[in-house]
């Protein structure tokens, strides 16, 4: 019976069980804030690509029309 009221008391897996939920809930955050985030971000990459196609199109013409 000692055994195993010792392992029963032992509390050296506690620790990771926390480390293991603590971690778990920052993961969840992340993607929380992630989800919106990331529409914005779109918006903006798409607008990049936009302006880059613009410039790319200025570049290869005479230039008249930039």
Do not use: H, Y
């Not at 929380?32 to 410039?55: D, K, M, T, W, Y």
């Amino acid at each position: 019976m000692t055994k195993i009221s010792a392992f029963l008391k032992d509390e050296a897996g506690a620790v990771t069980v926390d480390w293991v939920v603590l971690t778990a809930a920052i993961v969840g955050l992340g993607l929380l804030i992630f989800s919106f985030v990331r529409p914005a971000v779109s918006n903006v990459a798409e607008q990049i690509g936009v302006e880059l196609e613009a410039a790319k199109t200025c570049m290869t013409t005479d230039g008249k029309t930039c």
